[in-house]
């Protein structure tokens, strides 16, 4: 896989990631801040995350059943400590809660692409 190969694939991955996160994070930050600061705060956790995720954790961790395991909880306490910094007044079993929804969102969505054959 060339380089390029490499983060065209990101970049399906990425968008489909921030799509349903957002879409699912956003609301259920509730009231901690106003919505476009919850959609703005969820679209960078994936920035932040994502990356990392795709780029150097499997540089780490080989075997693919301990990589899915080491991304996803990457993924989710990464993003619960975005949002319990980024939002103070939000409870950190919420930002948990609200990260571990978001991820097991974007997980679901993109085993469900797959297994339509659809590249992400």
């Given amino acids: 896989m060339t380089a390029l190969d490499l983060t ?4 399906r991955a990425f968008g489909v990631t ?4 957002v879409a ?11 919505r476009p600061r919850r959609l703005a705060l969820a679209a960078f956790a994936q920035l932040v995350s994502h990356p990392i ?8 961790i080989a075997p693919r059943p301990s990589f899915l395991i080491a991304a996803e909880l990457w993924a989710w306490l990464s ?7 980024a939002l103070p ?3 950190r079993r919420r930002a948990l809660g609200v990260a571990l929804a978001a991820n097991a969102g974007s997980l679901t969505a ?5 297994a339509l054959g659809l590249p992400v």
């Fill in 110 to 114: 993109g085993l469900f692409l797959r």
């Fill in 18 to 21: 921030l799509i349903v996160e």
């Fill in 89 to 91: 007044a939000l409870a």
């Fill in 24 to 34: 699912i994070a956003t609301p259920l930050l509730g009231a901690a801040a106003s």
């Fill in 8 to 11: 065209l694939a990101w970049a």
């Fill in 79 to 85: 993003e619960a400590a975005f949002y319990a910094v």
């Fill in 53 to 60: 995720l795709w780029f150097v954790l499997p540089t780490l």
